[in-house]
């Protein structure tokens, strides 16, 4: 029978509690402990003396050689003496297991709410893409179409005209159907990059005084025999009691043409268009509220078709469903800058009845005396005789034809194949040789603008301040000022216009004599 036994704290705890033993604990360490039988009392009296009295290093060598291996604790043992800090452990894990999980699902509904929408904006963007697609399919369908109508016209007339050469009435009347074939081509080009323009957000806003009647009467003028042609009757009305406001003319003058063409074209012989124009109530210290509304008995559209009537690619027939030429940009561009110049515009049709367009605006209140007179230049081309034009064109073709019209008004003219030739004979000849300079703009090696800035810096004051005036495709307004910004006097756009070309010639001239 063992009378003591050294042993841990812990072994120490078991066999006490199993009772038999009691303990002198170690001063150093405090987890060893001696074990005697609890009868053996003189026993655990020596052993607490002998501790007592023993150094430290004795002590530790002494334990180094007597201590008992460890002991292993049995699973159910480790439980029993510890039941409180399990449960404590087991319900901490427990929770937090539950806490994962938890999160875990939340995170997947979360991402399968993200996936969720991302699926829709897909759909949603495939959706738009298809339409988009669909659309601008159908837009150059009937834009090819359009564009070969008046092309085959032209062609096709001027093969008549070779054949007729010497027969001077249809020679002159194939000239007139070529002349609109090439006037409808170039609307619907025209119509094109104004809506890209538009789109851009390109456009600014110019408000000048004008005189609603003068204004309504212009539009009179210009559509009177047309409709006269086709005996559609056209009547205008105005009832207002402000004659004079502010208005970007250029562009509400867009509008009303191109409301006004509409219904000349969708108009059968004999039809009925109405123009009436009037003043209603305003709401705005200081503005006139003017209500439009243009009417025609003509072809109509379906009700279904309306809420498309201003997207841009969108078009209830194509040319050869309605007899009529376009691209269907018209209506779009109309909405386009009657939004931009804060109106609005309401459409009504009924197929086989005819159509009603409301319009309504408010404008500035202007005066008589802020309106801009704009007398009209008379052309008198006697006065181009002698004078010389530097023609800056890069195209054989342009400067063939541009050549040609300024010849027969009397010019005599030099062409620059570019702009660094155009800059180089302007700098060789004389300073009054020539009186004005033709510039292209998109040419090789220097292009327009380059070439007007190197003109304006000449040391020569009567070169530097020779006229210059673009002509150019450039025919936007952001080109226009960017041809004033290089110091050039004005702008024409091409294709030419003679009459346009001429009025800005017989300026100039005008002006320098």
Known sequence: MVDCFVSDAYQTNVYIKNGGYKSAYLSEPKSISFLIRRDDTTL????????????????QGALSMYATPEQHVSFKEFISENAFAVIVIVVLTALA???????SLIKSKKAQKEMEYLNRELEVAMNEAKSANAAKSTFLFNMSHDIRTPMNAITGFRDLLEKHQEEPEKRQDYLDKMKMANEV????????????????GSVDIDLTAANIEQFCDGLNSLFREMMEQKHIS???EVNVEHDYVFADIPKTRDIYINLISNAYKYTNDGGHVHLKVEEIPSEKEGYAHI????????????????????????RENNTTDAKVEGTGLGMPIVKRLIDLLEGTIDV??????????TITAYHKIAKAEDVLEQGSVQID????KGKRILLAEDNELNAEIATEILKDAGFIVDRAEDGKVCVKMFKEADENYYDLILMDIQMPNMNGYEAAVAIRKFTNPIKANIPIVAMTANAFEEDKKEALRCG???????????????????KIINKGR
């Open 234 to 236: 056209f009547t205008n």
């Open 488 to 506: 050039m006097n004005g702008h024409l756009a091409k294709p030419i216009n003679i009459k346009s070309l001429m009025v800005q010639l017989t």
């Open 381 to 384: 081309t006697s006065i181009f």
């Open 291 to 314: 209500k439009t509304v243009l009417t025609d008995d003509g072809i109509g559209m379906d009700e279904d078709f309306l809420p498309h009537i201003f997207e841009p690619f969108s």
């Open 348 to 357: 009504q049709s009924k197929k086989g009845v005819g159509t009603s367009i």
């Open 44 to 59: 655990l009296s020596i052993l607490n003396q002998t501790i007592a009295l023993m150094p430290s290093s004795v002590m």
């Open 97 to 103: 297991f539950m806490g994962v999980v938890y999160h």
């Open 185 to 200: 081509l170039v609307s619907i080009i025209n119509n094109v990059l104004e809506m890209t323009r538009i789109e851009q």
